[in-house]
């Protein structure tokens, strides 16, 4: 299969993954408009394939910036329609990505696992610290996020 068959592969595969989560997100009662999340998502994964494809990303990283994308996509379009990040979609996230960034550094080089466990770690204590001192001002949901993004940046 040539590159753009598998940047076409993976964009179906994020629009099928984006209709899974918006019907996920209408069985945990934050339903979001149809085709939002699909287009979203399967535009984002063909453009991962195609950073791949042109060697600008290397395939052993490829499942984090999926995943990320697919989160992103998800946690944007609830937020969006209902104000609020479910812990369903937020707290999952944490052994995803600490599972990825583990699978990634073995196949391939991000060496630096304790490093990005450490940025999470602090990320998530200084949204702790605002949403404590603040709580209109920084939401629950953002806290419980930041550390997966504190945890995904300090890997790169």
């Known amino acids: 299969m040539g590159d753009w068959g598998a940047c076409a592969l993976l964009g179906i595969g994020g629009a099928g993954a984006g209709w899974g989560a918006r019907a996920a997100l209408a069985r945990l009662g934050c339903p979001v408009r149809a085709g939002v999340t699909e ?27 999926v995943a990320v994308g697919w989160l ?4 944007t379009t609830t937020d969006l329609a209902q104000r609020r990040l479910p ?11 600490l599972g990825l960034l583990a ?11 304790g490093r990005a466990v450490s940025a999470g770690a602090v990320l998530l204590a200084l949204y702790s610290a605002v949403h404590l001192a603040a709580p209109s ?10 550390g997966v993004v504190g945890t995904v940046l300090g890997a790169v």
Not at 39 to 62: C, D, I, T, Y
Not at 72 to 75: N, Q, R
Not at 104 to 113: E, K, L, M
Request: hydrophobic letters at 65%.
């Open 39 to 65: 287009v979203a998502v399967g535009v984002m994964w063909a453009v991962v394939a195609l950073r791949v494809a042109a060697g600008g990303l290397p395939w052993w990283w490829a499942p984090v910036p």
């Open 137 to 146: 001002q920084l939401g629950a949901g953002d806290v419980k996020l930041a």
């Open 72 to 75: 992103a996509v998800v946690l």
């Open 103 to 113: 699978v990634a550094g073995a196949a391939g080089g991000v060496g630096a696992f």
């Open 87 to 97: 812990n369903a979609v937020t707290l999952p996230a944490y052994p995803v990505v």
